[in-house]
């Protein structure tokens, strides 16, 4: 199994700013994924993060707007950049522990609302 | 791409009824499927999984789930349903991706349970 935990829990900030989620887990794991939970809906990848390289990002999320650190195994920061309203939402940390694709943990989530 | 249906949004039951919960995913071959549950407050956590073998799965809490390949299917069942079942149900497949898979969920069911 994997622990993983989130910083900030929650947060509420400013339009245009930006904010950096903290990923962190118990164990060392190759892959690491953020999801995005817009409120009433489902949970959307965002992109995938592989130690020491670029991360892969899903239809609809650039690089720009959602910069990805994966600097070591066990940690992994999603900042969200110059935001709006329709940034609000919860973003979640994920893992993948065994293989091949044995089972999926997710973070406790980061709640973010935008003014 | 892959993409996965749930075709129930709110369920509402009262305690010790029968639940089916519907999924469905959008193409066949090799698939993993899996039924994650979020109770209120809590993390996503994993019911069960079906990689291979007998196609119906036993998972947590006296959930099961039948995969039904003719069907595209994967409905989780449970023959009578507690107040603490309360809580919302994701249904998800893997799509296997290049050099790596990605979790793909469905829309997700709110399960309401009353004493």
């Known amino acids: 199994s994997a622990v993983i935990s989130q910083k900030p829990s929650r947060d509420i900030c400013q339009r245009g700013t930006s904010l950096t989620i903290q990923c962190q887990v118990d164990?060392?794991?190759?892959?690491m994924f953020w999801y995005r939970q817009q409120p009433g809906q489902s949970l959307t990848l965002i992109a995938t993060?592989?130690?020491?390289?670029?991360?892969?990002?899903e239809s609809g999320f650039v690089i720009d707007k959602f910069p990805i650190s994966r600097p070591n195994l066990t940690f992994s920061t999603l900042t969200v950049s110059n935001m709006s309203p329709e940034d609000s939402s919860i973003y979640l940390c994920?893992?993948?522990?065994?293989?091949?694709?044995?089972?999926?943990?997710f973070g406790p989530g980061t709640r973010l609302t935008v003014l | 791409a892959q993409s996965v249906s749930q075709h129930n949004h709110h369920v509402i039951l009262s305690e010790a009824a029968s639940l089916e919960l519907g999924c469905n995913y959008s193409?066949?071959?090799?698939?993993?499927l899996f039924w994650y549950v979020q109770y209120p407050g809590q993390h996503l956590q994993l019911l069960l999984k079906?990689?291979?073998?007998?196609?119906l799965v036993k998972g947590i809490k006296g959930f099961e789930a039948e995969f039904i390949k003719s069907k595209f299917s994967f409905n989780l069942r449970k023959p009578s349903v507690q107040w603490s079942d309360t809580a919302e149900y994701f249904c998800?497949?893997?799509?296997?991706?290049?050099?790596?898979?990605?979790?793909?969920f469905g829309a997700g069911t709110r399960l309401a349970v009353h004493p």
């Open positions: 994920s893992v993948v522990v065994g293989a091949p694709h044995n089972e999926q943990f």
């Open positions: 164990s060392q794991v190759t892959m």
């Open positions: 993060a592989n130690q020491g390289s670029e991360a892969t990002y």
């Open positions: 193409y066949g071959g090799t698939v993993n």
């Open positions: 079906y990689f291979s073998g007998d196609p």
């Open positions: 998800a497949v893997i799509e296997f991706s290049g050099g790596y898979n990605k979790l793909i």
